[in-house]
């Protein structure tokens, strides 16, 4: 029996177990996957809990960026590095294998679709994930802090800080919300007040799941254009984990389970 997890805090928003545990029942994958809700200061206990008990996990919001700060034990794949955030990790002998797999699960779902000039919202783990993918096109960052954006367009050089962001969003054809607004059913404030005309034609995405319309889809729906949510990309960034921890593609079994996905409420596991 194999034994996987989810590192975050809070994870009532997470999908993940549910995902694992259909897999598990109807697919006979014969892993567990269980939720590790732990407060900050344990991460590093978690780490070296993990060295021992399991074979691979997930992170989740906040610890994306923490298994940099635990280089004696954490190898990094190339693309994690450049990104600077992991989302899965694998379990390999003394060693912890630190991957990103946000960046492929982000650009499967629009990969036949065209796009030249895209507008990010966010500069953090999520926000370089997305701009890693995106290595081909032209790239504007709007953050709330403009330091974290002029840090990724000093490391991207296809990326730009915003100065206008009603010209921005008349320019993009991808407008993507990389950051956390509205994972709580928040006003996407970032484009309060903001007046732009018909944005039919663009794709806005945002790479929240849980609610499956935020005010950042709403606003532009309202103004015409077309919606995502982050479903498909958590679909497809778990495809990717799968093929990291097993080596096999459960493509069709993902998806046959997502149909059945609820977020997850569960008690925080101990160590
Ligand atoms: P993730 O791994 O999800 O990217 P993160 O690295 O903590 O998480 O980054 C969160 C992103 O959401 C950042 O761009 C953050 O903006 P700052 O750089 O200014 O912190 C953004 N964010 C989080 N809460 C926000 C809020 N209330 N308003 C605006 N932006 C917010």
Redesign the pocket.
């Known amino acids: 029996m194999l034994k996987w997890g989810l590192l975050g805090h809070p994870l009532s928003h997470s999908f993940s177990a549910g995902l694992f545990s259909c897999l598990n029942r109807r697919f006979n994958l014969e892993a567990s996957y269980e939720n590790f809700d732990i407060p900050a200061d344990r991460v590093g206990e978690f780490f070296h809990f993990a060295l021992k008990n399991l074979d691979g996990f997930n992170i989740t919001?906040?610890y994306?960026?923490k298994p940099f700060e635990f280089p004696d034990i954490f190898t990094f794949d190339a693309a994690a590095l450049i990104i600077g955030?992991i989302n899965t990790v694998r379990v390999d002998g003394s060693k912890l294998m630190g991957y990103n797999t946000d960046f492929i699960g982000f650009i499967k779902p629009i990969k036949k679709r065209r796009f030249k000039t895209v507008l990010v919202f966010?500069?953090?783990?999520?926000?370089r994930a997305v701009i890693y993918a995106l290595h081909n096109k032209k790239v504007m960052i709007f953050?709330?802090?403009r330091k974290?954006a002029e840090e990724i367009a000093r490391q991207f050089n296809n990326t730009a800080v915003v100065e206008n962001i009603s010209k921005a969003l008349r320019d993009a054809d991808l407008v993507v919300n990389?950051?956390?607004?509205g994972l709580h059913g928040e006003e996407f404030?970032?484009l309060r007040g903001i007046k732009v005309g018909d944005l039919s034609g663009k794709l806005f995405y945002d790479l929240i799941y849980n609610p499956p319309i935020t005010d950042f889809l709403k606003f532009g729906i309202e103004h015409g254009a077309e919606p995502l949510n982050g479903f498909k990309m958590l679909l497809y960034q778990a495809i990717e984990n799968i093929k990291i921890w097993t080596g096999k593609n459960l493509e069709m079994e993902v998806f046959e389970c997502s149909k059945f996905l609820q977020p997850v409420n569960r008690m925080a596991n101990t160590l």
Do not use: E, F
């Open positions: 919001v906040p994306k960026l955030a966010g500069a953090g783990g999520a926000a953050n709330r802090t974290h990389a950051t956390s607004v404030y970032l």
